[in-house]
Nanobody
Framework: QVQLVESGGGLVQPGGSLRLSCAAS????????LGWYRQAPGKEREMVAD????????NYADSVKGRFTVSRDDDKNSVFLQMNNLTPDDTAVYSC?????????WGQGTQVTVSS
């Protein structure tokens, strides 16, 4: 059974930082593109960042470029999202995703709230 489990969310003040982690089980993460998506209340889900499999490219949403960094550790079957200089607009449920040509897996999400 495939599971993607996110952790690291929480409440942070504007300007603060959080590091999200997503641990995958039941798959070999190196075979998949890994990414982070978010959905704020009343808004559609949007891609935040993704990172291709070995030697693959990295992509960021324009709204997070220069503030967020995505990385992966395939030895740990994990993907990470370092989020710096957070703003209230970053408040959302963040979910990780692992996908390939055939399979597409999602985690349940972790809440990130940016508020003073």
């Amino acid at each position: 059974q495939v599971q993607l489990v996110e952790s690291g969310g929480g409440l942070v003040q504007p300007g603060g930082s959080l590091r999200l982690s997503c641990a995958a089980s039941g798959i070999t993460s190196s075979m998949f593109t890994l990414g982070w998506y978010r959905q704020a209340p009343g808004k559609e889900r949007e891609m935040v960042a993704d990172i291709g499999s070995v030697g693959g490219s990295i992509n960021y949403a324009d709204s997070v470029k220069g503030r967020f960094t995505v990385s992966r550790d395939d030895d740990k079957n994990s993907v990470f999202l370092q989020m710096n200089n957070l703003t209230p607009d970053d408040t959302a449920v963040y979910s990780c995703r692992a996908w390939g040509r055939v399979y597409d897996f999602w985690g349940q999400g972790t809440q990130v709230t940016v508020s003073s």
